[in-house]
């Protein structure tokens, strides 16, 4: 099946999509809560807030705090993302069993605000999914979020539906951006990992493409920023259409 994203052509038989920043809008799902994991990670000190924010990749702009989108709060693990955090404390003077303390408080914290926010999407996600898979193509999620969040979120946007299979970073597969992420997906399906179009918004992503053998990838950027290897840009997956067959 021919697969369109902006003015590249892809034959793949699935696409396999990341969700946050690519299907989700980053920030309003996610900026919050990251405050929230710094702020309780750091507990009050100001000059320890202002490290970890580097860190871990929380960025302040003239229009307002933005992640990163390839910052470890963007694109790392919620374990990933515990163990970075709590050797961060660490290396900055605070001892370890505070450390782990803290790192615990965070993550706690930031689930529970998490879970009061409604995910965004970016574009028509649903018509967007719809169409590919009408015509025929499997739809797959490979995330570093874990499962319930991520099966909340697909909820919440009304594609769970839709989805055939999903990688999440607490499952038996390794993590973003492992070979063995595509491996599994093609085997679901019963296929060739160089059957597969991988679409994301970070270099983690385009790293999980390559190390996979896809057939491409695509990157999901509003801004059409550079610095990240991709075979197209898009601003929102509804650039990404399966190609009408010329057959009668």
């Not at 919620?78 to 993550?107: H, K, N, P």
């Not at 605000?113 to 967007?128: E, F, K, M």
């Not at 399906?189 to 057939?215: I, Q």
Request: net charge negative.
């Amino acid at each position: 099946m021919l697969v369109s994203a902006a003015s590249t052509t892809f034959d793949v038989d699935v696409v396999v999509f990341d969700k946050d920043g690519t299907l989700v809008s980053l920030d309003s799902y996610w900026l919050a809560p990251s405050r929230t994991w710094i702020t309780q990670a750091a507990g009050g000190d100001t000059e320890l807030t202002a490290r970890l924010e580097r860190r871990l990749g929380l960025i302040a702009t003239d229009s307002g705090d933005q992640l990163d989108p390839d910052g470890p709060l963007a694109t790392a693990s919620l374990d990933d993302l515990s163990s970075l955090t709590r050797r961060a404390l660490e290396e900055f003077g605070i001892g370890s069993d505070e450390a782990e303390q803290r790192t615990r408080r965070a993550r706690t914290s930031a689930a529970e605000h998490s879970a009061t926010l409604a995910p965004v999407a970016i574009g028509d996600v649903r018509a967007a999914l719809t169409s590919l898979g009408r015509a025929g193509l499997g739809i797959a999620i490979a995330t570093t979020d874990d499962a319930v969040p991520t099966h909340e979120a697909l909820d919440a946007l009304g594609i769970a539906d839709l989805v055939d299979f999903v990688v999440t970073a607490d499952g038996d597969t390794p993590s973003k951006p492992h070979r063995l992420v595509l491996a599994t997906i093609a085997s679901h399906f019963g296929l060739l990992p160089e059957r597969l179009l991988m679409v994301g918004d970070s270099a983690r992503d385009a790293d999980t493409a390559a190390n996979g053998g896809a057939a491409g990838f695509v990157l999901v950027s509003a801004d059409r920023r550079a610095g990240v290897r991709s075979d197209a840009v898009v601003r929102s997956v509804s650039e990404i259409r399966p190609v009408p067959s010329l057959s009668p």
